[in-house]
């Protein structure tokens, strides 16, 4: 069965400073990986996801992640953190049975960003 | 272009009441799944609906019903609500059941 940890439950950092989120996944084939954000009260946002290819990924308001099949990870990075990023992150993994798709999620990481 | 809507906001329900939530998907999209958020937790896949029809369920009682129309918009029916039914529920929309999924902001279900 599919599976995802994010081990840290909150983390804080200094705006302006380097941001890495934990994500392993546990799933018995390639999978489709996912990261999404959530404010406070609201639904989840796509930040950027993998298919296949090119496992650094790009994806919007300057994240990043990389897929490392050895560690069954795909952490989320951000070079420089702004106070607009305190959230709420979920790593998901997508798969299932023929003909749908199911994302599982973590439990989330919520992000505290310090003046 | 109009992203995933759901609607109600927010409601209340009873404890064995009936509930119907709605979500309209994206333009263009014709798979919709719904997923279970209790608090402090991540969301929870309950099923999808791939034209019209159910193709994938999560471990949800059948209690949990859904609809999708010829629009590919959808509804979520949950019968004898309990109170562990309180949650935010989530509706979301692909282009097709394997490509990713966008989100509405969500319906706050409080069973009291």
């Known amino acids: 069965a599919q599976s995802v940890t994010q081990p840290d439950i909150h983390i804080t950092v200094s705006e302006g400073a380097s941001l890495e989120l934990r994500c392993n996944y546990s799933?018995?084939?390639?999978?489709?990986l996912f990261w999404y954000v959530q404010s406070p009260g609201q639904g989840l946002q796509l930040l950027l996801k993998?298919?296949?290819?090119?496992?650094l990924v790009q994806g919007i308001k300057g994240f990043e992640a990389e897929f490392k099949r050895s560690q069954s990870s795909f952490n989320l990075r951000k070079p420089s953190v702004h106070w607009s990023d305190a959230a709420e992150y979920f790593c998901?993994?997508?798969?299932?049975?023929?003909?749908?798709?199911?994302?599982?999620f973590g439990t989330g990481t919520r992000l505290l960003v310090s003046p | 272009e109009t992203g995933v809507t759901q609607s109600p906001t927010h409601l209340i329900k009873t404890r064995g009441q009936q509930v119907t939530l709605r979500c309209s998907s994206q333009?263009?999209?014709?798979?919709v799944s719904w997923y279970q958020q209790a608090l402090g937790q991540g969301p929870q896949f309950i099923f999808q609906?791939?034209?019209?029809?159910?193709?994938g369920r999560g471990n949800f009682p059948p209690r949990f019903s859904g609809l999708q129309f010829p629009n590919y918009s959808s509804e979520l029916n949950v019968n004898a609500l309990e109170l562990d039914d309180s949650a935010l529920y989530l509706c979301?929309?692909?282009?097709?059941?394997?490509?990713?999924?966008?989100f509405g902001q969500g319906t706050r279900l409080t069973v009291v």
């Open positions: 609906y791939y034209r019209e029809e159910e193709n």
């Open positions: 799933y018995g084939a390639t999978p489709y």
């Open positions: 993998y298919f296949s290819g090119d496992t």
């Open positions: 979301a929309s692909s282009l097709t059941a394997y490509t990713e999924a966008f």
């Open positions: 998901a993994v997508g798969g299932g049975g023929t003909g749908f798709q199911k994302l599982v």
């Open positions: 333009s263009g999209h014709n798979t």
